[in-house]
Each structure stands twice: as C-alpha cells, then as structure tokens.
C-alpha cells in the first residue's frame, strides 16, 4: 500500500490504519465522533497528502484549462484564487471532481482526488499535449487541512495572511488556500513533504488534534458537499448531482469538454437532495427511496454528530414531494427532503 | 483492549454471555465488537418476555460506519434489557463488559453455556 510521509505518526498515534484507495490512511484516532465535534467546534487537523496535486507550466494554461472544465477560469485570472470544478468525459459525465489555483500570472495547479490520481494522470497529460502545456504530477506533495472556527487563529500565529474563502497565498513555498471539505472556516496548506512535517508537529505540539477519513466524512456530508464514487460517479452528469452552478456556459466561444452532450441533455428528470429522518437508524448508501409518482436511492447516509440523527444525500426524481419513504430492517419509515447543506438547513 | 473478564463466554460471532447468581444470564458484545464498530449511535433491543432461541439474530447494534446483527448465544425469555442504551448507546464503547450490557435472559439450558467460546479461544478467534 502507499503511504504518506505522515504514516508513521499515524501508527504511532492511535490511527486506526484502512486501505482508502491502495493508501494506508487513518480512519479515526478512536473516536470518530470526537474527531468531528472537534472540528465543529474548536479545530483540527487532516492529513490528505493521498490526495493528487498537479502543476502546471507553459503559456497556452488558460486555453488549457478552458478547454479541460466545464466551470470557467476566467473567474480567478484578476488573483491569486481556487476555483470548484467537475472534470466531464465527452458525455458530459463527471470523472472527478476538483479545485484548480490561479497561483498567479496564469500558473495553475489542481488538485483532485486519490481514487482518480492515475486516470486523472492520464485525462490531463492527453489534452495538456494539444496546449504544448507541460505537467507535474507531485510525488511527495503535503496537503494538510487545518479546520474549525479556530483555525484562523491557528494559522495566524505561523503565517502572517488574510485570505477570502477561496483565496489564496503562496509564501516561502508553501501554499495556503482557504478552502477545505468540511464547512467550517478552514485552510488546506500544500508544501514539500519535509516542510508539511514541520507543519504538521507545530500543530501537534500546540494541542491541534489530528482527524481521520471518517469524520472528514461526516463533516463534509453535514455541509452538503458531493464525494466522487458516491454521490456522483461516471454514471452521473452534473445536473443530477446538484453541479448545474458549476456549468459555465456564458461564453458561447467558449468549446470545453463535455459541452455538447450537455446541450443535448434532458436535465432536469432526476436531482441530489438531502434528507433526514427521526427514525431510529440509518439510511444507507444504496437504499431505496420512494413516493406517490417516483422513487430514489440514497448515495450517502450517515448518523450525524452534529443534530444527532440520520441525514444522508439521495438521487430522486425530480417531481419528489416534501417527504418519502424508505425501509431500514424490515421496517417502514418516512423521510423528509431538504436542501444539502444540513449545517445552514437544520441548525 | 480492555482486559476480557475470566468469567464471560462467547459467540464466535462476538457476543458475550456471564452467568450471574440469580441464574440469569447477562448478554452483550464483545471491546473486539465495538472496536470493529466505532462509534455506536443506535440499539434495537428485544422485547422483554419474548422467547428467543440459541443464535437467532435479536438485537441490532448501529454505529457511524455500520450496522450489525447481535445473536444471542442461549435460548430462554428475555427478562431485562438495558433501558440506558436507548439514550446513551456510546456506553457500548466505553463499557462493552459492564454497564454497555444489552439483555438478560432467563436460560433454557444452561448447559448451553458450555457450548460457547471460552476466553482464551476466542481471544485466539478475535486476533486472528
């Protein structure tokens, strides 16, 4: 399995160690509820070096990119900014999706996700060809999040910045985007491997607590953000999978991939929500939803930390009333639709 | 890993099972289990006066990650089971072998204790 250089602190620190994707990664330090209740209210810290970070070099990048995304990175060419995008084959289905910087004058980096690091590899290297844009996929990257209502202060006390949410800043070869997977105020810090582990222990030794994959799912779901192999997958086109914002289509010049089958598209037939219920139990990834005149499937359920009950994100006809049901063990229970952001919905 | 208690047997399916004076016998999961589990978040418990028999699936324990089938490793009639669970399931975790019981129930046979998985077997069972 691959590993990251934080591996061994891992181990050493009570991760509990699972193979996410053929890397060795921390799913919790014992108590994934902690971990997440931690972050919601105070700060943590993740180590998501697994993570595929690519440079990008070359003057043809904007052209490049243009071309690559659906959403359109003239949005971050006035600064040194993030931006969300999906990744579409020529279907108009979604590969991945990810986070492209402007690291100024018209360099970019992205980031995606492990699972696709080598698809993805192969994706960008293919179209970079036709741009003459040259690419590094990084070996030894660090991305560490640090997250929380107190990671500002956190991080002031290393780097002297003030960042907008998806701005960011590159100082002595680290860079600082805030942005991040779990709803709270946060940053994601990209560095070297031997700087990330200076990071890494400054934050250690100052009381941060690190959090594993499995409150990062939690935190991210409570937020409403979509997970690449769940809520959306190859199957999946963006309009079904709450992405329709990400679509750029303002600039009729303007040829990306995917663009045309998403022209000819029907699509507004099915849609991603969120739910919740009372009901003791939870609703799990692949169970059936329905409703006088439709039916769904849950593509992420969980038990909340946060509200203390089931919330999850389904796929379900568009035409869904207010409420629906499913079975949990033989049983029969009622749900209710909502928006997916639980943490603005449901506070 | 909490030390296991010299007197509890088990399921390979890793429930525990302790005979206590009264001649009831007090059924849970094992700090293996909930180990496994993670954080638990939901029990569904037995009725209290129902019949169940050796290994019929009659509990369910849920947490963040999964849900899980508990059996019960006699047959007999449900006398009691832990109210306390219902509110604060996370005592599963923190207390598998004592206040994080689920039920008791009053034995058929209670040879079929002897059926079960001693300590050391299944501590053999439960590293492998």
């Known amino acids: 399995m691959k590993k990251t250089y934080l591996n061994e602190f891992h181990a050493n620190n009570g991760g509990q160690m699972v193979d996410f994707a053929g890397w060795e990664m921390p799913v919790n330090y014992g108590s994934q509820i902690s971990e997440h209740k931690e972050v919601r209210e105070n700060v943590g810290i993740f180590d998501v070096s697994h993570m595929a970070v690519f440079d990008f070099a070359g003057s043809r990048q904007v052209e490049f990119l243009k071309h690559l995304l659906p959403n359109d990175v003239n949005k971050i060419l006035d600064s040194t900014r993030a931006l969300y995008s999906p990744l579409l084959n020529d279907e108009g289905m979604i590969l991945d999706d990810l986070i492209v910087y402007h690291l100024g004058d018209e360099n970019f980096r992205i980031i995606s996700n492990c699972g696709t690091r080598d698809q993805n590899n192969a994706w960008f290297t293919k179209v970079a060809l036709n741009f003459d844009v040259a690419m590094d996929f990084k070996q030894e990257a660090s991305i560490i999040a640090l997250q929380g209502p107190k990671a500002k202060q956190h991080l002031g006390e290393m780097f002297d910045i003030d960042l907008e949410p998806f701005h960011i800043q590159t100082l002595d070869d680290v860079m600082i985007a805030r942005t991040g997977y779990t709803g709270e105020v946060g940053f994601e810090i990209i560095s070297n491997a031997s700087r990330g582990l200076e990071l890494w222990n400054h934050f250690i030794e100052k009381g941060i607590k690190p959090v594993g994959l499995a409150a990062r799912d939690t935190l991210r779901l409570e937020a409403g953000f979509n997970l690449y192999g769940s809520d959306m997958t190859i199957e999946n086109h963006p309009y079904e999978s709450n992405l329709g914002w990400t679509i750029d289509m303002s600039n009729d010049a303007r040829d990306f991939i995917g663009k045309s089958a998403l022209l000819d598209l029907q699509s507004d037939s099915k849609k991603l929500v969120g739910f919740h219920t009372d009901a003791r139990g939870v609703l799990r990834s692949g169970t059936e939803i329905y409703f006088d005149g439709g039916s769904g499937v849950v593509t992420s359920g969980t038990w909340s930390p946060t509200f203390g009950k089931n919330i999850g994100l389904c796929r379900v006809d568009s035409n869904h009333p207010d409420t629906g049901n499913a079975k949990l063990r033989d049983k029969e229970i009622n749900l209710h639709f909502c928006e997916t952001n639980f943490l603005k919905y449901l506070k | ?128």
């Open chain 2, 1 to 128: 890993m909490a030390d296991i208690p010299n007197n509890l047997k088990f399921l390979e399916s890793h429930e525990w099972a302790r005979e206590e004076d009264d001649g009831s016998v007090t059924v849970g999961i094992s700090d293996h289990a909930q180990s496994l589990l993670g954080d638990i978040v939901f029990v569904e418990l037995p009725e209290v006066g129902s019949e169940v028999n050796k290994q019929d699936d009659v509990a369910v324990v849920e947490s963040v990650k999964a849900a899980s089938d508990v059996y019960t490793p006699l047959s007999g009639e449900v006398l009691e089971v832990n109210e306390m669970l219902a509110d604060r399931p996370e005592v599963i975790n923190s207390s598998p072998y004592g206040d994080g019981w689920f039920f008791k129930i009053k034995p058929n046979n209670i040879e079929e204790l002897s059926e079960l998985l001693d300590n050391e077997a299944y501590q053999e069972l439960s590293e492998n």
